[in-house]
């Protein structure tokens, strides 16, 4: 047996428990030493979780949080090199197993998109001294690579907040309306924020190549002269107050 055909015989008795991998291993001559690495295998994915999301254990209990685990470590397994990539489908998996608790996947969304933002590439945010030397007919906002957003129907960023705390959490409540929260790192600090529909779309166009120009004339549009260039400008200076904005470039004619 060669090499790669020994790594692909483990991997489908770690990953699917395939028996016939473990005939091709040696049998029951290797099947406990076998199980063994399994179980460490699963151990190890477990304990990923564990520390990845400790205000949704926090909320759903230790033993909901653990069976929530054990659901995910059977059906998910490990698509990266590196377990740091592994919890980033636990909130779906919590989603389907929590239908009737929107908080459950949005605080899971919440300890995740903190984790990842600490670790994301550094990237010096714009000052408003910067700001001077932008063409704004025609500039093109560049965002920091921490940043993240997703929808929001519930107070899960008030919950996550007082649990990590150490406070009462408040009682669920959904949104008066679809909302959204976005999280980033400033300096060495994670953050979160819950926005409305209009910053949540914005930031998606921006990001995704709208210049700063045209998402002003789509604000004017949306809310009218008045209301859409003041909102454009409140939020611009919120971006710029909470470093999300690392450049302001103009794309070549």
Request: with cysteine; net charge negative.
């Amino acid at each position: 047996m060669s090499l790669l055909d020994l790594q692909r015989d483990m991997r489908a008795w770690l990953t699917r428990e395939e028996e016939v991998a473990v005939d091709r291993l040696g049998g029951d001559d290797v099947a406990p030493g076998l199980r063994i690495h399994q179980n460490n295998f699963r151990a190890q994915l477990a304990a990923c979780l564990e520390e990845s999301f400790a205000r949704t254990r926090d909320w759903i209990g230790g033993e909901a949080f653990h069976q929530a685990v054990i659901t995910h470590v059977a059906c998910v397994q490990p698509s990266s090199w590196t377990l740091d990539a592994y919890p980033r489908d636990f909130p779906a998996t919590l989603a389907l197993l929590y239908p009737a608790d929107p908080e459950v996947a949005e605080l899971a969304w919440i300890d995740l998109a903190l984790g990842e933002a600490f670790v994301a590439p550094d990237a010096t945010a714009l000052s408003v001294a910067d700001l001077g030397g932008i063409d704004w007919d025609r500039a093109v906002l560049g965002f920091t690579p921490s940043l993240d957003l997703a929808d929001l129907t519930t107070n899960a960023p008030a919950i996550w907040s007082a649990l990590a705390e150490d406070r009462e959490p408040p009682a669920v409540a959904y949104l008066p309306e679809a909302g959204a929260i976005l999280a980033w790192r400033e300096g060495e600090t994670p953050n979160f924020r819950a926005i409305d529909q209009i910053e949540h779309h914005a930031l998606l166009a921006a990001r995704a190549g709208m210049s700063f120009a045209g998402l002003c004339e789509a604000l004017v549009e949306a809310l009218g002269e008045q209301a859409g260039i003041a909102r454009a400008g409140e939020m611009l200076g919120q971006w710029l107050a909470d470093g999300l904005i690392v450049s302001g470039s103009t794309p070549e004619r």
